[in-house]
């Protein structure tokens, strides 16, 4: 066995898609059951930096993601744009390459989104689900359709030219007023997603990805899918998370086959905020499916 990395120090790793290179975050012994961590929107691979090292001490490995257009990932070509779904294809492509099935997903936000309809279209593929602050796809009402097309294509129209010379603290503390990260976290989180040029910070990430979707699904799809998910799930929900969430759930827990509903402390990010409770809940349930 090769000598192994010390938990906290992560090895880069990056996957040739259909057009696009797509890049990882790798933790933890290659012999331990997998768990493939996908982000948020805007993210990337370091928001699971916290929890990982957590997980790999009680016997795991992580493969974070970054999604196409995030972090050190390549970004779909110029007459694409970030379609929601298209996500689930790339992630395919991963799970074909990786030498045995992972033991689990595990998704944070719109990752938790997109590993729920990832394992209810694929339900064999991953042995459980772990999804942290989402509760299944955002939906829309049928008579909303055309007003969700034409903001779609008018945030294509108002699309402008990305700033190449930014100022890393200033970006802090503008992202820092939309989040619960102190900036110990949040400084890794950004720093991800840009690149210096010339000393000069600009966005590594693709502008393209604040472009409104085209559609969204209706009630039915999203409930059709998540009771397609048959392996144990596990929702994590964070006491000072999305309310909206917290609200669903009496509505949205009969989707879930083998869904169970666990709260933790923290925001939203509170895999990266309060790591230990969230991995100490992820470790028991995952003790379960084994």
Partial sequence: ??????????????????????????????????????????????????????????????????????????H???????????????????????????????????????????????????????VIEALGPLTQTPENTAKQLRNG????????????DLDLAKLVKARKQLTDLPEALLQPLLVRNLRQQDGRWQWRSDPRLRLRSLLMMAEPQARSMTEAITAPSLILLAQQGFSTLREAWDVRAPWFKQGQLQTVPGGHHCHMTDPQPSADTIISFLAGVQ
Avoid: K
């Fill in 1 to 74: 066995m090769t000598a192994m990395a010390p938990f906290d120090a992560p090895r880069q790793r990056q996957f040739q898609l259909d057009g696009v290179s797509l890049a990882a975050q790798h933790w933890g012994d290659d012999n331990a059951p997998m768990i493939v961590a996908v982000h948020g929107w805007l993210d990337n691979s370091e928001s699971f930096a916290p929890l990982a090292p957590l997980l790999c001490a009680a016997g795991y490995q992580v493969l974070a993601l970054d999604w196409t257009g995030h972090g050190h990932s390549g």
């Fill in 76 to 130: 779909r070509g110029s007459a694409a744009s970030y379609s929601f779904l298209d996500y689930l294809y790339e992630l395919h492509q991963v799970m074909l390459q990786l030498p045995t099935p992972p033991l689990c997903l595990m998704g944070h936000s719109m990752g938790g989104i997109l590993a729920g309809l990832y394992l209810g279209t694929y339900p064999q593929q991953c042995q459980s689900l772990v």
């Fill in 153 to 164: 294509i008018e945030s294509r129209l108002r699309a402008g030219t990305p700033s190449t």
